[in-house]
């Protein structure tokens, strides 16, 4: 079992930045792929930014250039730094856990963007 804890969501003006933090633990294959959903009210969940343990991303091509997805290995973490936040970002940020056919979700952070 692979547990996750999400941070760093919150309220924002329309320009600003958010990082959002991601800690997973407990039983960790090396080799697994972590990243970032979202899910507006009213909306289906939808893909933010994915990245592999080695290191390759894939985003979805709305957030390319205003958002940026990391992860530290030995720490098991995984971040998502967003700028120029727009209303439009608002909803429930999701990270998740995937390795082989198992995959995991996190409780889900707020992020709300005034405008």
């Known amino acids: 079992q692979v547990q996750l804890v999400e941070s760093g969501g919150g309220l924002v003006q329309a320009g600003g930045s958010l990082r959002l933090s991601c800690a997973a633990s407990?039983?960790?294959?090396?080799?697994?792929?972590m990243g970032w959903y979202r899910q507006a009210p009213g909306k289906q969940r939808e893909l933010v930014a994915t990245i592999t343990s080695s290191g390759n991303t894939n985003y979805a091509d709305s957030l390319k250039g205003r958002f940026t997805i990391s992860r530290d290995n030995a720490k098991n973490t995984v971040y998502l730094q967003m700028n120029s936040l727009k209303p439009e970002d608002t909803g429930v940020y999701y990270c998740?856990?995937?390795?082989?056919?198992?995959?995991?979700w996190g409780q889900g952070t707020q992020v709300t963007v005034s405008s």
């Open positions: 998740k856990y995937m390795a082989s056919t198992y995959f995991r």
């Open positions: 407990g039983s960790i294959f090396s080799i697994n792929a």
